[in-house]
């Protein structure tokens, strides 16, 4: 008993020397080079979990024990830290740091870490980068030319998008080569989703319908930071959904303090890049591209009618209004927005209006439960016109301009009737009047967090993690083409088309973490496991009608309707572990698994495995380390591997419906299904270094990656004698190798000029390493190799554009990937309230199959054809190289002194000029170098089929916050 009062009795004296031992510290954080006070900063006692944020006025007060350190992190800041000493009152001043090395970048799908331990090149771009310069229509049109290793292709110049994302170079031959977009944890959708207008224009396929992506949907002024995890090693932690990478959005919240009100009012207009002009017309030369009687009928008119100008010569106006509320105390913070926006294009009858409303709730419960509610509901509508390819649909504005001869006049009578073409298959002022191909989608996204601690020690954390999240929506689609179209007279009689399509995804993922601290906190270990679960369904219904009534616009107004339906759903479960080792932040290392099984995968039970490992060391931080100049020198590497299961419908064979003099039945699909497929698997390795010089003025990040894609999914055509026609076989492997460089600097920070600058520069190769069948074209991707494809041979580039030579021998002839591609931004403030940025971009090498040029050429109507003296070129292949300014702007910051009393209500008023793509040097002759006609999912960029021409765009600005 004595030993048990003893113990006691040191265990009391223990404890009360350890309460002596605390103190409490409080102060005043300010920016270093203003002396303003910054808010929510973190502070937090060196290796421990405890830690708190500075208030509105940049004041905090913490608990420590005596020989204690603490850490004093900002995003944007250098890390102070601040030995404690006797004073109970330490004011801290930071510094900034262009190289963001405290900013938190998401690791795994349950924990994040400071990038100055980061083993992978994440790319991050702030709310700020991302829409602070200019306005921007959609959230990926934003990303260009703002990070290494994102190729980024417009298949459409139409409002509402139509943007292709790729990272670092090819992932699929089948699959989708778009990353997975994840916004505040819910997996998006990002579906292209064909109108039916092929069914009356003749386009080859769905892709090539001038479809939007979905990603459009959201408002980019909602976003406080996008990360994007480009290659296998960082997004191996998501599986057999991020073979192309993974974009992780999070969208704004409210912060402790006063509630602000932001009022914004952007107004600005579109105008067409470049038009490709008349030719100089005389009746010789109309005489030797046509013959005597053609010129005889340009003799006899009274006028030239440049269509062209008429049809793409539009002015658009954009208006994009918003107002937010935001604020918080120290148990909750909210995050209240609405925004509307109107965009009119440059073609009559075209637009894209977005009206958005979002919600964002977090809630602290107590010291070991909090929440988080985010949810978004948002409305689009969109005319896209007619344009792109067709087969003698008389419909593609761009197709029926190449044929028509500008001394005919094709506009209405007095009586609105439009003449017939008599040199092509439409009249395309008819088509742009009278013709409609819209959609509407309505759309709810919603997610929820819940964090709770179980322990929450100062050295110790034992936490529990749940969030799930819906994506739905419902997209209606509506093509009409009336019955007096020459294209429909003796045809369809009249078209419409009714599309409603139901997408619901739904995703959940549950977590455990445990952080430790050891060796008084030098040493971190962060253990997090895990499970995941998605399920996505998908309702295709296309209503089409034929032989319309006259004048009449509805479905049962009409001789004949057919309806079709595709129902689609899928379902997969992950378990996911990943262990952090940290060293004092010196050394950092990671190792992780997931294992997914999938129902698009033959073997709906099977698991697969996808590995992660890093390391990262961070040499200046060891004692040896003494050469002041260079602040940060980490060294990196990293190797993971993600997975991309087959599409839906490739394990079975389809069974059709068809009907038979009234009596249903059904028909074999001519694709036969294969029941052995298993997931294309990504490897990636990548070796990095980073380095910060004079105290993180500048920063240098430097990354090479070799990335094997094998065994990839791809349509393969079959013997006729087997009753098919096609099947989907695992037979090709590719390989992706690439270098990215990063430079930050900020070469002048005074009071009177700040100047902040970034410089990127990214190349990539992709090369076919197998295919373990013959050559063949790859499908949906091109033209056939008589005016170029995307031809499918070992040791070739997969990025290639291949014809027949004399010989008839498939020839390489073009490489639409790019040498390289380099961007330069800058930001500028000076005169204390002027801010300056611009964003130039440079794309080397890559070239373009201009089937535009060809069409107007076969039309006669190119003014190029003046210039050389021939109808025809040698060749179609171009340059798509370019230098483009994507941003500038122009903004002015209205001293508070000058509002008086106003300012005690209105905190601060900002007004501005931008632009986007206002300028562009390049020796392409169409209508802009970045083209994909086949749409933003595949392999075929550079194919140029008369597309919706691009556009520059000026804006207005004006800026309130309350």
Do not use: C
Request: proline share 3%; hydrophobic share 35%.
């Amino acid at each position: 008993m004595k030993k048990v009062y003893s113990a006691l009795l040191i265990m009391l004296m223990l404890s009360v020397s350890v309460a002596y031992a605390q103190k409490t510290i409080s102060g005043t954080v300010t920016d270093g080079s203003s002396g303003e006070v910054l808010v929510g900063v973190n502070v937090i006692v060196k290796g421990t979990a405890t830690g708190t944020l500075t208030d509105l006025d940049g004041n905090y007060r913490i608990e420590v024990a005596d020989g204690s350190a603490l850490l004093f992190t900002y995003v944007g800041y250098a890390t102070a830290e601040i030995a404690i000493g006797a004073a109970s009152t330490v004011d801290v001043s930071m510094t900034v740091d262009v190289t963001n090395l405290e900013e938190v970048v998401v690791t795994g799908l349950a924990s994040s870490i400071k990038r100055s331990n980061l083993a992978n090149a994440v790319a991050t771009v702030s709310g700020e980068e991302l829409v602070g310069t200019t306005n921007q229509p959609t959230l990926d049109g934003a990303l260009y030319g703002k990070m290494t290793g994102v190729n980024i292709t417009a298949s459409s110049g139409a409002p509402g998008g139509g943007i292709g994302v790729r990272l670092r170079g090819i992932s699929s031959i089948k699959g989708n080569n778009q990353p997975l977009f994840i916004i505040d944890g819910v997996y998006l959708n990002n579906s292209e989703i064909p109108s039916g207008v092929r069914n009356a224009s003749g386009a080859n396929r769905g892709n090539e319908e001038n479809s939007a992506n979905r990603i459009a949907d959201l408002d980019p002024s909602d976003i406080e930071s996008i990360e994007v995890l480009k290659g296998a090693s960082a997004a191996a932690i998501y599986g057999t959904r991020a073979n192309a990478g993974v974009v992780i959005i999070t969208t704004k919240t409210g912060k402790s303090g006063r509630t602000d009100v932001n009022f914004s009012q952007d107004i600005g207009f579109s105008k067409v890049q470049r038009l490709i002009g008349l030719r100089n017309w005389t009746a010789a030369s109309v005489a030797a591209t046509y013959d005597d009687d053609e010129a005889a009928l340009f003799s006899a008119a009274d006028q030239l009618y440049d269509y062209e100008e008429e049809i793409y010569g539009e002015t658009g106006l954009i208006t994009n209004t918003k107002i937010s509320v935001s604020g918080g105390n120290e148990k909750s913070s909210f995050y209240l927005a609405g925004s509307t926006r109107d965009e009119e294009g440059i073609i009559k009858g075209t637009g894209f209006d977005r009206n958005s409303i979002r919600l964002n709730l977090k809630h602290k419960l107590s010291d070991k439960l909090d929440i988080a509610f985010n949810t978004n509901y948002i409305n689009t509508k969109t005319n896209r016109g007619f344009t792109g390819n067709e087969n003698e649909g008389g419909l593609s504005y761009g197709y029926n301009l190449a044929y028509t001869r500008p001394w005919y006049d094709l506009h209405p009578d007095e009586f609105g009737n439009y003449p017939d073409n008599p040199t092509s298959f439409g009249n395309m002022l008819l088509v742009r009047d009278k013709a409609e191909n819209s959609d509407e989608v309505n759309r709810f996204i919603t997610g929820a967090k819940i964090n709770y601690n179980i322990i929450k020690e100062t050295n110790t954390l034992l936490k529990l993690t749940f969030n799930g999240g819906i994506d739905y929506f419902l997209n209606e689609t509506y093509v009409y083409v009336p019955e007096t179209h020459q294209g429909q007279v003796g045809q369809q009689n009249g078209f419409v088309g009714v599309g409603k399509n139901t997408f619901n995804n739904r995703n959940f993922q549950s977590f455990v973490v445990f952080d430790k601290y050891l060796n008084g906190g030098a040493l971190r270990f962060s253990t997090q496991a895990g499970i995941s679960y998605l399920k996505f369904d998908r309702n295709f219904v296309y209503n089409q009608a034929t032989q319309l009534i006259p004048g009449q616009t509805s479905l049962e107004q009409s001789g004949a309707r057919s309806i079709e339906q595709t129902r689609e759903n899928d379902e997969e479960f992950g378990i996911i572990f990943q262990e952090e080792v940290n060293w004092d932040d010196k050394v950092i290392g990671t190792i992780g698994m997931r294992m997914d099984k999938s129902s698009l995968n033959g073997d709906p039970n099977k698991y697969y495995n996808f590995l992660k490992a890093s390391l990262a060391v961070n040499i200046a931080n060891f004692d040896f380390w003494t050469f002041e100049p260079i602040s940060q020198f980490k060294l990196r590497t990293a190797y993971g591997q993600t997975g991309s299961s087959a599409t839906y419908g490739s394990l079975f064979t389809n069974l059709n419906a068809t009907n038979i003099q009234g009596n249903g039945g059904t028909t074999i699909d001519p694709k036969r299904g294969t029941p052995t497929l298993f997931p294309e698997t990504s490897s990636e390795i990548e070796f990095g270094a980073d380095l910060g010089f004079l105290d993180g003025k500048v920063g240098l990040e430097a990354t090479y990656y070799i990335r094997k894609v094998e065994d990839l999914l791809f349509d393969r055509s079959t013997p006729t004698s087997s009753g098919f026609t096609s099947e989907v076989l695992n037979e090709a492997d590719l390989e992706n190798k690439g270098i990215e460089l990063g430079l930050s600097a900020r070469p002048i920070s005074n009071d009177a000029i700040q100047w902040t600058t970034n410089i990127n520069w990214w190349k990539n190769q992709s090369t076919l390493t197998r295919l373990g069948v013959d050559p063949f074209p790859a499908p949906d991707n091109g033209f056939g190799l008589g005016l170029g494809t995307f031809y499918l041979r070992e040791g070739h580039r997969i990025t290639a554009i291949v014809q027949n030579d004399a010989n008839g021998v498939a020839t390489d002839v073009a490489n639409t990937e790019p040498d390289f591609q380099m961007s330069f931004m800058n930001q500028l403030t000076f005169l204390k309230n002027f801010d300056f940025s611009f964003l130039l971009h440079w794309k080397k090498g890559g070239d373009a199959l201009n089937l535009s040029a060809l069409l107007l050429d076969d039309g006669g109507i190119n003014p190029e054809i003046d210039g050389r003296g021939s109808q025809y070129k040698d060749t179609y292949i171009e340059s798509a190289a370019y230098v483009r300014l994507r941003e500038v702007a122009l903004y002015y910051r209205v001293p508070m002194s000058a509002l008086g009393s106003v300012n005690k209500v209105i905190r601060g008023i900002k007004v501005g000029i931008s632009g986007r793509n206002l300028w562009t040097q390049t020796d392409y002759s169409g209508y802009d170098p970045e083209v994909s006609t086949n749409g933003s999912g595949v392999i075929s960029n550079g194919l140029d089929v008369t597309p919706f021409p691009s556009t520059k765009q000026f804006y207005f600005h004006l800026n309130v916050n309350f």
